[in-house]
């Protein structure tokens, strides 16, 4: 009966055989480890925001909007610096940050506007980030415009005009958006 090895001259090689075959198992599993590690810490400094998951304090009452495109959350300092989740509909807020999946407000020529028209600026919470509005204004009743898309430098701020009469814009890079 052969053994399940393989053929071997003798028991020194199935030993020999059996401990390679341990110590690649040992380093995969290790790099798995280093590669899940990494992550985990990549992510730890900027969590995707979530209902009453952590934000850091230099987004005290930055609002967003979360994957679902439908629940609106605030970073509250006085929940400990949390995201809390804001009841709709709410007056224009001046401070927005993208992440991830663009995110789409509604301007003032909708009801109900989330951000004002005027002077904005988007920096970027990462340097390898580029932010980028896509802006929709209202032409008349049921006619939209042609889209206008504003888009920064990686790493670097960007100044633009939110337009008048803009329906919808669409926010997108890891960004804080602050009107001026």
């Known amino acids: ?9 003798d028991e020194e090689d199935v030993m020999a055989r059996g401990s390679m075959i341990w110590s690649r198992v040992v380093l995969c599993a290790a790099a798995a480890a280093g590669v899940a590690l990494t992550s985990a810490v990549a992510g730890a400094d900027a969590p995707v925001p979530a209902v009453g998951s952590p934000c850091p304090a230099e987004l005290a009452q930055a609002m967003t909007l979360l994957d679902d495109g439908r629940t609106y959350v605030r970073c509250e ?11 709709t509909p709410f007056d224009p807020h001046d401070t927005w940050l993208s992440y991830g999946p663009a995110i789409t407000l509604h301007g003032q020529g909708m009801r109900n506007p989330n951000l004002s028209s005027g002077r ?9 980030a580029i932010c980028r509005a896509v802006q929709t204004t209202v032409v008349e009743a049921g006619v939209l415009a042609t ?5 920064g430098e990686q790493g670097q701020p960007l100044d633009l005009e939110m337009l008048p009469k803009l329906f919808y814009a669409e926010l997108s890079g890891d960004c804080l958006w602050v009107r001026d």
């Open 147 to 151: 889209p206008v898309v504003s888009e």
């Open 77 to 87: 300092p006085a929940v400990g610096y949390a995201w809390a989740e804001v009841q």
């Open 1 to 9: 009966m052969g053994n399940v090895w393989g053929p071997f001259d």
């Open 120 to 128: 904005w600026t988007a920096t970027p919470q990462d340097p390898e």
